[in-house]
């Protein structure tokens, strides 16, 4: 299971629509690992004033790992948290998530860049292989 939904929450979602915030807060608090890294990632990107920051240190178990991967495999959970933070989220093998700030002048060539499959391919190394 990807979340866990309190029973307010899940009784909202089957009465309409959820607001991105409730949305958000669920995902934060079931995915606190991924929630993490992609809140250090766009605080560092913000801090540095380049529009771009990436993570590239490994999840430490695959517990960590299957946060990361759930988060940003969900269009629904990536979607919400690209727009909570106002930035658009990449990720490339198992770990490295990047944060682009699209309005910076240059970023978003960077961006088609870093998800370009020239840089899926030049980010692979053995160790990668399984994760």
């Known amino acids: 299971m990807s979340l866990t939904v309190d029973d307010r929450l899940l009784e909202k979602a089957r009465q309409g629509e959820v607001d991105d915030a409730s949305f958000v807060a669920c995902v934060r608090d079931s995915l606190p690992y991924a929630w993490q890294v992609i809140s250090d990632v766009i605080t560092r990107m913000r801090d540095g004033g380049a529009g771009f920051a990436d993570n590239q240190t490994p999840p430490p178990d695959e517990q960590a790992r299957g946060q990361l991967l759930r988060v940003l495999a969900s269009d629904s959970m990536r979607g919400a948290l690209e727009r909570h933070f106002g930035v658009r989220l ?28 020239r840089a899926q391919l030049l980010n692979q190394s053995p160790e990668l292989v399984d994760c």
């Open 90 to 117: 990449a990720f490339q093998n198992c770990h490295r998530v990047a944060a682009f700030d699209l309005a910076v002048d240059g970023v978003a060539e960077r961006h088609e860049r870093f998800v370009s499959p």
